[in-house]
């Protein structure tokens, strides 16, 4: 069974850093792309980086970029998310979600997500 | 960036409806189109994905139609356990990027 656990939100003063993780288990985690995803309480979904099976390919969104870093454990089956100058705005439940597809991009399986509050 | 836009943020429908969400894409996306459902404190579960195709495990009432910019979803037979938010999802290009969510109330 795939299983994604996210991990490391919490409440966190504004300028803040953290770094939240996900580990991943039931499928081959370093074939896969991976997409972390955030929404804020009550408010919508908001796509927020990916990072290709090895790394080598990241992609963010205009929003967070260079403040966020998204990075991969293959060996520990881990993905992570590390935000500094952490803002209000951050406020959100993240989400560790997988990509499947040859030819396509699906995002197929979510955790259950972690929330994070930024809150002086 | 592509741009999400569903038209209704919510609806309201009785149980056995047939429901129709939309959702509009900025410009020509093919069919790179998934629909996701949410509930009330849990993460989003596919439903369709490549436009129409029907996730695994996913009910047969749900179908998803449209190519290029208009796409819908269709509920035939709104069940108790379908009253949810509703997203879509653009995957053509990065920045990837949801509609706004179409949330199906009891009528």
């Known amino acids: 069974e795939v299983q994604l656990v996210e991990s490391g939100g919490g409440l966190v003063k504004p300028g803040g850093s953290l770094r939240l993780s996900c580990a991943a288990s039931g499928f081959s985690f370093n074939d896969y792309i991976m997409n972390w995803v955030r929404q804020a309480p009550g408010k919508g979904l908001e796509w927020v980086a990916s990072?290709?099976?090895?790394?080598?390919?990241?992609s963010y969104a205009d929003s967070v970029k260079g403040r966020l870093t998204i990075s991969r454990d293959n060996a520990k089956n881990s993905l992570f998310l590390s935000i500094n100058s952490l803002r209000a705005e951050d406020t959100a439940t993240y989400y560790c979600v997988r990509v499947v597809g040859s030819g396509r991009y699906i995002l197929d399986h979510w955790g259950q997500g972690t929330l994070l509050t930024v809150s002086s | 960036a592509i741009q999400m836009t569903q038209s209704s943020s919510s609806l309201s429908a009785s149980i056995g409806d047939r429901v129709t969400i939309p959702c509009r894409a900025s410009?020509?996306?093919?069919?790179?189109l998934s629909w996701y459902q949410q509930r009330p404190g849990t993460a989003p579960k596919l439903l369709i994905f490549a436009a129409s195709h029907l996730h695994s495990g996913v009910p047969s009432r749900f179908s998803g139609s449209g190519s290029g910019t208009d796409f819908t979803l269709t509920i035939s037979g709104l069940q108790p356990e379908d009253f949810a938010t509703y997203f879509c999802?653009?995957?053509?290009?990065?920045?990837?990027?949801f509609g706004g969510g179409t949330t199906v109330e009891i009528k």
């Open positions: 999802l653009q995957t053509s290009d990065y920045p990837l990027s």
């Open positions: 410009q020509d996306i093919d069919r790179a």
């Open positions: 990072i290709s099976w090895d790394g080598e390919y990241i």
